[in-house]
């Protein structure tokens, strides 16, 4: 029986418990983050979008990064994915190092936290991580090769190739190979693979350029990889970009001086505990620089939102710190949808108009999520223009898809929701949702009846009006005259009164109460009344309509407390705030509006 050697078990034991911590640091922890990446890109099977690919450099990674990304349409299957990527990277890694003298399971594990940190980063796609791949299987091949003018023409032909496959990543891959030849195999032909190679990074990219890719010349030795990536992805890929290089020369450098052939860093406690300790501090800086826990929070909500899971979205609004601005844009559409905001909206965070709608700007995030409100409202006409935007923004997607179909159906717009179901018709996991939406087109008298649609073209515009999309006003008295009966376009009216502190906007609007069925004057609408009265003798309460004996003492008390710390005003705040912070009294005394200190998420 053939005794397995322990330092084999505790290899397989180390790369076990690193991949297995890999796949639950994304299935877990980075899962909406996955799913987030999956709702960015719409992989299609189609010949037309399929050969756009090949319009770049790097166009077939790209591809397969766009292919896999697909199946992040299941979180856990992203990980999966991910999680098989890593473990390539660390076997490619092991056998390079182990070919250039370098034995030490620790210098393989340190690209898989590289990795893992480039992957925490929404702005990172797959299809970098798989050219990290295809550029170390080159390698790996190339320094297999013993026969040196076969390494020689390998590394030469593969280097064309892979140019056309992976853009930038072969000009990576010739870098590394001229570093072995010139460290590792010496002689002349080492300086000839240098001159051809160096010549061939040139003037491939320079041939490419002037003849087969429509693209700027300066992005010729780039592509795929773009420099305008954000500082957080740039911090862990240079280290990437700069890990073999160095690893190979510290190697050769070590045999120098140490005047070894290779370094056997064994299974002795002494390696096993500095080892240790690298990589822990390793995971360790991972975890604080790379894993963004408060975006990972706000996808969490964002993904509860698409699943109008609206408890939920409440539940997790609570646990965000801070006041982002998208955060509190999702709460408050949650409070209206589960018919708690003017009963409860503040009872949570609250700062402004802003929590109400996003103001809008020309980037990827405004159009992306802000357009989910005015789609609520019945605002059909600028609901359909921010999702048409987004998608200007972001490419093909399938939210901005989804939405645009259904803007256009209930505009009565058949041809036009038609081509925007064709585009999910040829996907893998929305083709489903298209099929179910294409019975509207085969028979548009369902349309009036289902619940969502048909409410929403109930409240199509009668009158035009001039739209006036900014952060003051969004049109909601124009809504309310088309519809009087919308309800949502009343209750984000009063909320921008009382987030506003304008007590005369919101007694102007309190009529509204009988028009719209309500049983009872709901609890923060009863709060700034009896502040109303208190300040202008007027009794402007609807008729039928009367005021809870509740927030009235409730109100007497705040009063008092407030009168007895009134010449302190942070102690007033203090005292105030244990009973009376979720009141719109606390709001209306104590709040800043606008005074958000996150204006955005970092989702942007």
Same mark, same amino acid.
């Given at each position: 029986?053939?005794?397995?050697?322990? $330092?084999?078990? *505790? @290899?397989?034991?180390?790369?076990? =418990? +690193?991949?297995?911590? #890999?796949?639950?640091?994304? !299935?877990? /922890?980075?899962?909406?983050?996955?799913?987030?990446?999956?709702?960015?890109?719409?992989?299609?099977?189609?010949?037309?979008?399929?050969?756009?690919?090949?319009?770049?450099?790097?166009?077939?990674?790209?591809?397969?990064?766009?292919?896999?990304?697909?199946?992040?349409?299941?979180?856990?299957?992203?990980?999966?994915?991910?999680?098989?990527?890593?473990?390539?990277?660390?076997?490619?890694?092991?056998?390079?190092?182990?070919?250039?003298?370098?034995?030490?399971?620790?210098?393989?594990?340190?690209?898989?936290?590289?990795?893992?940190?480039?992957?925490?980063?929404?702005?990172?796609?797959?299809?970098?991580?798989?050219?990290?791949?295809?550029?170390?299987?080159?390698?790996?091949?190339?320094?297999?090769?013993? $026969?040196?003018? *076969? @390494?020689?023409?390998?590394?030469? =032909? +593969?280097?064309?190739? #892979?140019?056309?496959?992976? !853009?930038? /990543?072969?000009?990576?891959?010739?870098?590394?190979?001229?570093?072995?030849?010139?460290l590792y195999k010496k002689g002349i032909r080492g300086y000839r693979f240098m001159v051809a190679a160096i010549f061939l990074s040139f003037i491939i990219p320079l041939l490419g350029w002037k003849y087969i890719y429509l693209i700027p010349v300066s992005?010729?030795?780039?592509?795929?990889?773009?420099?305008?990536?954000?500082?957080?992805?740039?911090?862990?890929?240079?280290?990437?970009?700069?890990?073999?290089?160095?690893?190979?020369?510290?190697?050769?450098?070590?045999?120098?001086?140490?005047?070894?052939?290779?370094?056997?860093?064994?299974?002795?406690?002494?390696?096993?505990?500095?080892?240790?300790?690298?990589?822990?501090?390793?995971?360790?800086?991972?975890?604080?620089?790379?894993?963004?826990?408060?975006?990972?929070?706000?996808?969490?909500?964002?993904?509860?939102?698409?699943?109008?899971?609206?408890?939920?979205?409440l539940d997790l609004s609570n646990k965000y710190p801070g006041n982002n601005q998208l955060v509190l844009y999702f709460t408050n559409i949650a409070l209206y949808k589960s018919g708690n905001m003017a009963d409860k909206m503040f009872q949570y965070r609250?700062?402004?108009?802003?929590?109400?709608?996003?103001?809008?700007?020309?980037?990827?995030?405004?159009?992306?999520?802000?357009?989910?409100?005015?789609?609520?409202?019945?605002?059909?006409?600028?609901?359909?223009?921010?999702?048409?935007?987004?998608?200007?923004?972001?490419?093909?997607?399938?939210?901005?898809?989804?939405?645009?179909?259904?803007?256009?159906?209930?505009?009565?717009?058949?041809?036009?929701?038609?081509?925007?179901?064709?585009?999910?018709?040829?996907?893998?996991?929305?083709?489903?949702?298209?099929?179910?939406?294409?019975?509207?087109?085969?028979?548009?008298?369902?349309?009036?009846?289902?619940?969502?649609?048909?409410?929403?073209?109930?409240?199509?515009?009668?009158?035009?009006?001039?739209?006036?999309?900014?952060?003051?006003?969004?049109?909601?008295?124009?809504?309310?005259?088309?519809?009087?009966?919308?309800?949502?376009?009343?209750?984000?009216?009063?909320?921008?009164?009382?987030?506003?502190?304008?007590?005369?906007?919101?007694?102007?609007?309190?009529?509204?109460?009988?028009?719209?069925?309500?049983?009872?004057?709901?609890?923060?609408?009863?709060?700034?009344?009896?502040?109303?009265?208190?300040?202008?003798?007027?009794?402007?309460?609807?008729?039928?309509?009367?005021?809870?004996?509740?927030?009235?003492?409730?109100?007497?008390?705040?009063?008092?407390?407030?009168?007895?710390?009134?010449?302190?005003?942070?102690?007033?705040?203090?005292?105030?705030?244990?009973?009376?912070?979720?009141?719109?009294?606390?709001?209306?005394?104590?709040?800043?509006?606008?005074?958000?200190?996150?204006?955005?998420?970092?989702?942007?």
């Open positions: 029986m053939k005794i397995v050697p322990v $330092n084999s078990i *505790l @290899r397989i034991i180390v790369l076990s =418990v +690193s991949l297995t911590g #890999l796949f639950l640091y994304f !299935g877990v /922890f980075n899962r909406f983050h996955l799913s987030y990446l999956e709702q960015n890109q719409l992989f299609r099977y189609n010949a037309d979008y399929l050969s756009d690919f090949f319009s770049v450099p790097g166009g077939l990674i790209t591809l397969a990064g766009s292919f896999l990304t697909q199946f992040f349409h299941f979180p856990w299957a992203g990980a999966i994915i991910l999680t098989l990527i890593g473990a390539l990277i660390i076997v490619l890694s092991q056998f390079i190092f182990r070919k250039t003298g370098l034995h030490g399971i620790l210098f393989s594990l340190i690209p898989l936290l590289l990795l893992a940190a480039l992957q925490s980063n929404h702005n990172h796609p797959v299809f970098l991580s798989l050219g990290w791949i295809i550029s170390l299987a080159c390698v790996a091949a190339f320094i297999s090769i013993e $026969n040196n003018r *076969l @390494r020689f023409w390998f590394g030469i =032909v +593969s280097f064309v190739l #892979l140019y056309f496959v992976a !853009g930038f /990543f072969s000009i990576l891959t010739i870098g590394l190979e001229i570093l072995y030849e010139l992005q010729a030795w780039l592509l795929p990889v773009s420099l305008s990536s954000p500082a957080p992805v740039k911090a862990f890929f240079y280290p990437m970009l700069l890990y073999f290089p160095l690893v190979l020369l510290l190697t050769f450098t070590g045999k120098q001086i140490l005047k070894k052939t290779g370094f056997n860093f064994s299974w002795k406690w002494q390696y096993m505990i500095s080892g240790a300790a690298v990589y822990f501090l390793s995971i360790f800086m991972l975890i604080h620089f790379a894993y963004d826990r408060k975006n990972e929070l706000f996808l969490s909500i964002d993904f509860s939102y698409q699943s109008s899971d609206w408890e939920k979205v609250q700062s402004g108009t802003g929590g109400l709608w996003l103001e809008w700007k020309r980037n990827e995030t405004a159009p992306f999520f802000g357009g989910e409100v005015f789609y609520h409202l019945g605002y059909n006409n600028e609901a359909f223009r921010w999702a048409f935007e987004a998608m200007e923004a972001k490419g093909l997607n399938p939210r901005s898809l989804k939405r645009l179909a259904a803007t256009s159906l209930i505009n009565g717009n058949y041809a036009l929701a038609g081509k925007y179901l064709n585009y999910l018709d040829q996907t893998l996991f929305y083709r489903k949702w298209a099929k179910d939406e294409r019975r509207f087109l085969m028979d548009t008298t369902l349309i009036n009846r289902d619940n969502e649609l048909g409410e929403k073209r109930k409240f199509l515009l009668k009158n035009d009006f001039i739209a006036d999309i900014n952060v003051n006003n969004i049109g909601l008295n124009q809504l309310l005259v088309n519809h009087p009966e919308n309800r949502m376009a009343f209750e984000y009216l009063m909320a921008s009164c009382l987030l506003k502190k304008d007590l005369n906007a919101f007694a102007a609007n309190i009529y509204r109460l009988n028009d719209l069925g309500y049983e009872k004057i709901p609890t923060h609408y009863e709060e700034a009344l009896v502040l109303y009265q208190g300040l202008t003798k007027n009794n402007i309460v609807p008729a039928g309509f009367q005021i809870s004996n509740t927030t009235r003492e409730r109100f007497r008390n705040y009063a008092h407390i407030f009168a007895a710390s009134r010449n302190n005003m942070d102690k007033a705040a203090h005292a105030l705030s244990v009973d009376f912070g979720n009141t719109f009294w606390f709001y209306m005394q104590f709040a800043s509006e606008g005074s958000q200190s996150e204006r955005n998420s970092k989702t942007g």
